[in-house]
């Protein structure tokens, strides 16, 4: 259906993450809904890096934290499916419970607030 296959895993956190984590570096973040299943449970935490794409863009395969962009306020955990120049289409794992740009269409890579680097703890 899409180009490129949702992720499968995501690491666990480490001592650096976790001192990423404690200098300001790294985002929490608690897993809400069932977008994301069965990579992500809603209750489970992730740390997000909010600096990953100033550095470059993002990439095909990237789960990302995204500034929902009709509801100010709201972030969502989805994975970036595609990309075209400055906009992206985003999606959750599971289709069925997910809200992405199948509905609200592509997002700009201002609505990306980071990349989802690890599970936390």
Known sequence: MFPVSPPQQLRLSQGLDL??????????LRVV???MMPLLQPGE???VDPNSYRRHPPQPG???????????????IKWVVY?????????????????DSRSFGLVSRAHLLGRV?????
């Not at 001192?19 to 929490?28: D, N």
């Not at 680097?117 to 703890?121: G, I």
Request: with cysteine.
């Open 19 to 28: 001192i990423l984590w404690l200098l300001a570096r790294r985002r929490r």
């Open 33 to 35: 809904g069932e977008s």
């Open 45 to 47: 935490e992730v740390l």
């Open 62 to 76: 990237d789960l990302v934290v995204a500034s929902h962009p009709h509801q100010p306020g709201l972030e969502l």
């Open 83 to 99: 990309g075209q120049g400055d906009l992206y289409f985003i999606a959750g794992i599971n289709l069925g419970a997910s809200t």
């Open 117 to 121: 680097v690890c599970r936390f703890p």
